[in-house]
């Protein structure tokens, strides 16, 4: 625990990610789209940073970007010190593994196993095992310590995608890239989630991606950039809801 | 609907082809084996139809020595005295005897005896240039050392007029020079692929009926005008009973029965696997239209919220079954037509035969393995389809189609058919009389009817302690877990495996424990250190391991010179040598072995204690003497090859063994009662001191010459009697391989199918960070999981069987083959792994992006 707080504090000025005019279209030729148009971002350590734009802005396909999960066509993508576009598809197994935590909308836990082995899961896979106390934090932090034996199934929604989160933490990522976590939830389990991936960065210095489309939990983030066209089209620091609002609304007049 | 099916069909192209591979493979077998069969018989009626031609009224012995075996019996001899009777019958144009019998054995250019599968190797009398035969070089014998050969035999043993031949018969093996060979006036070399060694009439009957003034048959050509059946019909009037007379076609039909005999057994090894294939294909069948129609379950359901009634949706599910049970059944067919061909060739290569026509295809046959196949699949594919029918619209839509129902009511209905069958096996154990082996077959039955019932909930307990030996690394456990998941699933999977096994497992400790049996009696009742004899003709004297060894069942005996013994007696180092005679008879009750030899003599060697009996009197086992309630002293009535049905005095007992059962004559009767007059077994038993080696070479050497016969010392009897287990076992695995594959296939429907429904959770994996290599290695755990699990419960069940099945036979010993047991555990982990390499290499390809990206 100690550590982990001194490291971050030492490194609270570095960069997490970054991505260097990188570039993605799909298709070729007259019916290529491009998703992605030579977009550079930062992404600091130790804040919740939230990405947004209207559908089809790229928005997903540059988190995929970031977290290694899809390739581009040019431009570099790093995390902390690993250039990940020059990475092997083993490279980039064990870089997801232990540098990488993932939150998505529809949970992805594994039935057959309960919600304690799904959480430990990233760990399991490279033979690492839990500091125990870091374990009995995060658990609690997302209040499922009477909750470890149950399988998915036999828990509800809200408590499922805490499961998820959990698993994300467990390995002390470089960065958690979470895709639209809340887009499947009512709004009071959709609220838990947010204020545990808030209490995350703040008291475990975590560094956090979220996509979303909405502005609610887009202002629970320190920054907010926005994504139009495949371009980065505007950028806000820690916003409440309406600014947040605001702008979405703004984009999609100039939009139109 | 119709339409429906139809693209449906199409679109899943290669799950339809796995389903239909087993029924192809069953309907090629059934098919190949009714092509085949009609083929080769049509043949053999069309060579044998010529036969009967030339011949009006055909008269031989009649057999009152009925081994029950089939083929070709030993007919006694026809007097010469009958040939002057018969002149004298109205309408007869001429009568001559015949001798052609089964049994001559011709001796190769590489020294061993030349054998034919199937066809007769016979010796005939010559009698020129008449009815059939054409000399197509040389002349007909004349002298009692010459021969004419057919063109069959002088092709097998590439001989040519004017050199040597050596012949085995009823007497030792003989030189003779090659004067001529001859063919037929059909322009063939051979019938049906026999050799023919034609000698001098007297030499003929001394050799071939082992006696003068004989002839195995008598024909009869009528006058003009006088029809056969008339002429049949006189014939055996003027010679009453104790003849069998026949016309000349009824001759032929008969003899192409007996050529067709083999046939019997290549239909029933073809019909036996074609069984075997259909049964396991049901599960392959049922396994991939469950799988199907649970992908489907949304679009069956959508279709019901369209307004389609059940019975559409039963019918659109059975109409994919009907053509895939129709397109596996054409292929089949057409497959089974090729391997009719190569079969048919095969044969005509191993026989010799060439057959006069093509292949004859019996299309009403055909059409019945054709409906077979469909019907088949329709069977296998309704339960499925009633199933998708009953699944409400609403949840079909909504829920995912790997829905969990409760195991508690299969449980059940599993456990209760389980508990009697086991309760009916255990029954059997105890000594209830004949009543055991049905109550041992209705247990077993019972008891695998429960077990399939059971398997599911099996899988619970048993799939996780497997797991475990398996691997411990987290892509094992997943794979441990996800062969846990879908019980029902799981056990119509492995249900192929587990009945494969299973009888692989009953026949492996049935088969063990017989061998153990065998040569355990084989040794335990010979005093005797040295044993001659042919091939297997010592392990079956006593009547053991498929009955006794005579001329008369269609397998010639090997025999050798009654000096052979004598001489091996005169060995230094030699202190007791007995002959021993071998031979079947009938008693009013049924067939018995019989021997004839010198009781006392033997009696040493075979650790009995009896006397020989004098001549026209026998000794009988003591079993014998009880079960029909008769005593020394007493006249007993049986039946003997050569004399049948005559009266013999009860002059001792014996305690019958392993070696010896049923009546002993005194040697010196042997000529008059028995087929062969020489020795089938000679036991030799060592002085002190002597050594084996030394004695062992200098009695071989006695037997030299005739390469049917071989001395085996004590373990190489044991060896030799337990061996012809070893043959059958080992047909029946090969059979059995061929489910194995299906079974494979069914594994590989399986995981195709699960990779297909958690493409999710892949994605999911490979996005937490397991590598290509983990995935590939949870995917094979998953699969060798189920195999072993398979493998696991056939083997413990059908090993369990096959305990019981020992126990009720009898048998000394019961053996439980482990090594071999692990050695098929090892092949179904191969299975397993053979299994996964497709579906595996898929879920590594799973493309991370599109597993988790959200519709």
Known sequence: MTTTAVENTDTLTGLAARAVGVAKAYGTGATAVVALDDISVDIRRGRFTAIMGPSGSGKSTLMHALAGLDTVDSGEVWIGETRLTTLSDKGLADLRRNRVGFVFQQFNLLPTLSAEENITLPLAIAKRTADQAWFDLVVDAVGLADRLTHRPSELSGGQQQRVACARALLPKPDVIFADEPTGNLDSRSGAEILRFLRRSVDEFNQTIVMVTHDATAAAYADRVVFLQDGKLVHDLVEPDADEVLDTMKTLSEGDS | MLKAALKGLLARKLRLTLAGFAVVLGVMAVSAAMITTTTIGSGFDSIFASTGANTDVSVSGKSDVDSGMGGRAFAPPVPASVVADLEDVPGAKSVRGEVSVDGARPVGPDGKVISVQGPPRSGVAWHGETGLVRLWSGRGPT??????????????????????????????????????????????????????????????????????????????????????????????????????????????????????????????????????????????????????????????????????????????????????????????????????????????????????????????????????????????????????????????????AAEQRSLTRITWLGAVPAALGVAAVVVSLADIGSLRWVALAGGVVLGLFGLALLTPVLSRSLLPALGRVVGWSMPSKLGNRNAARNPRRTAITVSTLVITLGLVGGVSVIAESMRADLSASATRDLGADLVISGDGVAGRAGGQGGGPPTAADGRIMPTFDASVVDQARAVPGVSRAVAQYVDTVRFEWGASPAAAADLSQLSAVLNLSARTPAPGSVALDSATLSDHGLKVGDMVRLATQRAGWQEFRIAGGYEANYLLRGPVFNPSDVASLFVSAAPAIGYVQLADGADAATVTRAVSRLVADNPEVSVQDRTQLADDAAGQISIAETMLYVLLGLSVVIGILGIINTMALSIVERTRELGLLRAVGMRRSHMVRMVVTESVVMSLFGAVLGLAAGGAAGVAVVRVLGLSATEIPWVSLAVFLGLAVVAGLLAALAPSTRAARVNVLSAIAYE
Request: proline content about 3%; charged content about 15%; overall charge neutral.
């Open chain 2, 143 to 400: 002298a009692p050392d010459e021969v004419a050969i057919n063109g069959g035999l002088a092709d097998r043993g590439q001989f040519t007029v004017g050199e040597k031949i050596d012949v085995l018969t009823l007497a030792p093996r003989q030189s003779f020079t090659i004067v001529g060979i001859y063919g037929y006036s059909n322009g063939r070399g051979s019938m049906g692929g026999d050799t023919q060694v034609a000698f001098t009439e007297p030499v003929a009957q001394k050799l071939m009926l082992g006696a003068s003034d004989v002839y195995s048959s008598v024909t009869v050509t009528a006058e003009r005008g006088v029809s056969r059946s008339a002429l049949r019909d006189r014939v055996a009037a003027a010679l009453g009973d104790g003849y069998t007379v026949r016309t000349g076609d009824e001759l032929a039909a008969s003899t192409a029965e007996d050529g067709k005999a083999f046939l019997d057994i290549v239909r029933m090894v073809l019909l036996g696997f074609s069984g075997l294939s259909l049964l396991v294909g049901i599960f392959l069948i049922l396994n991939t239209f469950s799988i199907l129609v649970a992908q489907r379950t949304g679009e069956l359901a959508l279709m019901a919220a369209l307004g389609a009634r059940r019975k559409q949706i039963v019918g659109s599910v059975l109409v994919e079954a009907a053509i895939v049970g129709a397109a596996a059944s054409v292929v089949g067919i057409g497959l089974g037509l090729g391997v009719s061909v190569l079969l048919t060739m095969v044969m005509e290569a191993n026989s010799g035969a060439s057959l006069p026509v093509g292949l004859t295809v019996p299309v009403p046959e055909l059409v019945l393995a054709f409906v077979l196949g469909v019907v088949v699949t329709l069977v296998a594919a309704l339960v499925p389809a009633v199933r998708a029918s009953r699944v409400p619209p609403v949840r079909a839509m909504r829920a995912s």
